[in-house]
């Protein structure tokens, strides 16, 4: 990510990790586009996450840490449901897994490998 927010990627582009169009590799750095400015981003090992400044999450890459079906080529905004309507002020994107934080406190976990973080108490 630049300092002007604008995120590039490059490398290994198996299973669409690069949020490219195509899942080849490339050392060439290539801009990915939202609808938003973006505040953060994360990467995982085969996953990527974005949040905007808005509170809204992309996600891109392999699995079911994605929030989405299958794979992804490119970024896929997460349905705002999923998250309650709340705005997502942080996200993480782990091996197989991703968590994102709302604005209201509550902490939201998605994907496999779900076992390896503590469980609620509710």
Partial sequence: ?????????SGLGENGRLGQSSSG??????RLN????????SCGTRHSLAV????AVYSWGY??????EGSSSG???I???YFKGHKIISASAANDFSVALCDQGDLYAWGEGLEQLPQSTE
């Fill in 79 to 81: 349905p705002q449901e």
């Fill in 34 to 41: 939202f609808d938003s400015p973006i505040a953060s981003i």
């Fill in 25 to 30: 590799d490339t050392d060439l750095p290539t």
């Fill in 75 to 77: 970024p896929v905004k």
């Fill in 52 to 55: 905007t400044q808005d509170g």
């Fill in 1 to 9: 990510m630049t300092k002007d927010n604008a995120v590039y990627t």
């Fill in 63 to 68: 699995s079911g840490a994605l929030g989405v």
